[in-house]
């Protein structure tokens, strides 16, 4: 299994372009989640699904919208990009409650 | 906002046990604890959680006192390479983990 995969690994944006990140898992895992993580922060939760055609907000969604097509995908969407979306994103899933797996993250600069 | 505090970094000599504190006093009776750790700039690797009851894996194990308002962590025989940002995590009801900033653990030659 490769696990959770995330790609692209590295993106620059302009201010005001928009850009899908895109997750995906061949665990056959229900739940998945997009996070955060600025530097020397720990992560912060963007959205969560629970299954597929269910997705909701977690701590911080402002500026990003997601969707749950299948359960292998789950991209997440930043429409007006700024300087503030500048991070570190991590996808991760589980199967139900359970323990969480990540991705490798992907390391977004607005300029 | 996070519900846990750890301590920002910690020393341990190779080979000798890492024992890393994190309090939750504000803990729900449903809530896990959870730890998590980050190595450099990849995604964070799940250790190990519990809710009452003392844990052990092939990893660490967990001590949760009694009234659940703190928890530790023990790497027995800490190598170079648990080096990391250790997580300790209060998981809510709808599996949602709040990370706060943990512990940067060096694990010293």
């Known amino acids: 299994n490769a696990g959770v995969t995330q790609t692209p690994k590295f993106r620059i944006l302009k201010i005001g372009q928009s850009m899908t990140l895109q997750c995906t898992q061949d665990m056959n895992h229900n739940y998945m989640y997009w996070y955060r993580q600025d530097p020397g922060m720990g992560l912060k939760l963007i959205y969560y699904?629970?299954?597929?055609?269910?997705?909701d907000k977690g701590e911080v969604p402002n500026g990003y919208n997601v969707s749950r097509s299948t359960t292998e995908d789950f991209p997440l969407r930043l429409e007006l990009a700024a300087p503030s979306q500048t991070s570190v994103y991590f996808c991760?899933?589980?199967?139900?409650?359970?323990?969480?797996?990540f991705g490798p993250g992907t390391r977004l600069t607005v300029l | 906002d996070a519900k846990t505090t750890q301590p920002p970094s910690m020393d341990c000599a190779e080979g000798r046990a890492a024992n890393l504190p994190c309090n939750h006093s504000t803990i729900s009776g449903n809530e896990y604890v959870y730890w998590y750790r980050q190595i450099h700039s990849q995604g964070p690797q799940y250790i190990i959680h519990?809710?009452?009851n003392n844990e052990t894996n092939e990893m660490a194990s967990l001590i949760i006192t009694e009234d659940r308002k703190s928890s530790t962590l023990i790497l027995p025989h800490a190598t170079l390479r648990d080096t990391a940002v250790y997580y300790c995590?209060?998981?809510?009801?709808?599996?949602?983990?709040?990370f706060g900033t943990g512990t940067r653990l060096t694990v010293i030659p």
């Open positions: 991760a899933s589980s199967y139900q409650n359970n323990e969480q797996f």
């Open positions: 995590i209060v998981r809510d009801g709808a599996n949602n983990l709040f």
């Open positions: 699904s629970v299954g597929a055609g269910i997705t």
């Open positions: 519990g809710l009452k």
